[in-house]
Structures are given as C-alpha cells and as structure tokens.
C-alpha cells in the first residue's frame, strides 16, 4: 500500500480560513474563505497524515517555564489581556524557548472547533487549535536569516515575533485595523530594538495585496510568504 505523506495547515479567523496543503507533488494554496464553505470544500473532508490548525487569538502571553504554574494560567493571562466572560485559557509548552504560552482561543465563534472536527488525521484523531503566535514561533528554526521578522495581520490585528540569532526578542500583538496602521507597529518595534530593515527579511503568513508587498519592499532587504 502507498504510504499518504501530506500535511494540512489551516489558519482560522473571525472571517474565515484559509488553508495550505504540502505532499510530495508540491504545495497547494487557498484564498481565504468564507466559514460557509467549510463543508462544500472538498480539501476540508479528507484526512491528512498530519493536521495543523492555528487561531487569530491576541488573547496570548508567554511564560518562562521555570516559572509556570498550571493553576495561575488565567490569572496570568488576565495580568495581559481583558479576556472576554467565560473564555477558557489553557497553555502550552514551547521547549525551543524553554517557555509555556498560555492561550485562550475563546475570540467570538466556534469555526475552529468546526474545522478540528472535519478535518482529521488519517488515524482518526483530531488536531488541537493552537494560537497564531504559536505557529509563528514554531517557524523560526526553518528560517536562516540572523534577524528574522515573523508577521500576520487579520481582523483588525497585528502578530509580530522577532528573533536575532537564537534569541527571542519579541513576541506580541498589537491593533492594527489597516495595514498602515500595523506598519507603524513593525517599525517602531524595529527601530526599539535597534534593527535594521534595509538587511532584514520580514516573513508573512497572512497574504498581503501586491500594494502591500511593495510597499514593505521600500524598507526591508526582502518580503517572503510562508
């Protein structure tokens, strides 16, 4: 029997979601769609070999491990973040930065526990909703730049992650309604951490208009998609 090796990544917003499919024939991309057709979409009714799924939640702070304690996850989340009524926090580990992320997913809609529940791996079992800081966390070891600028905008929010080296230097979100806006918070947290982006890669994982690209061209060495 031949072995199915293909992964699904899906990143879900108070919109929509979009999806990125990876085999070993090559890489398939979606538009960011609508929550209406996540059952008429046929790529969102198979099982893959490995399922990721990551929410558009600010509701996140990150944790030295030596100083997490499970049963203080909310409270240290409340010290960050206004959480809305009943939100439910959990949190978890990122031993590259010897760090725990506490989360709450809890941002107006249930579209991610959907998609958890359509799209499964090929054994059955289902994927856990993680935060888009995750994500973009998990994505610094595959980049090979020195200074690496890790962003998302959606829904009226910035994600920025910044490393140097193998030294996390930032991780945050910001509100940003317009793109203009969450330019404004990329530079600025550039130009306070004493970084250059005229020798700089910024790389996004949302999708950015070709006005937009250009636009972040006028500044950085380069713009990639990932």
Known sequence: MTEINDRI??????????????????TESSQWLGA?????????????SDVHITVFTPYCTLVPENFFMAENARAVLEDVVELPEGAVVDHVRIPEQNAVM?????????????????VMRMDGSKARPLPELYAMLKSLDSLQDYNRIVASHMDGVLYLVIAQGKTL??????????FTTAEYFIFLAMKQLQLNPEMSTIFFRTSLTEEQEMSLYRYFKSVDKI
């Not at 209406?36 to 893959?48: D, G, N």
Request: charged content about 10%; aromatic content about 10%; overall charge positive.
């Open 169 to 178: 230097l930032l991780c945050n979100t910001y509100p940003a309604q317009d």
């Open 102 to 118: 506490v989360f709450s997913t809890s941002v107006g809609g249930t579209l991610h526990k959907v998609v958890s529940e359509s």
């Open 36 to 48: 209406e057709s996540i059952f008429t979409v046929p790529q969102m009714q198979r099982r893959y």
């Open 9 to 26: 990544s899906i990143q879900v917003g108070l919109s929509g979601y979009s999806f990125r499919i990876t085999s070993p024939a090559g």
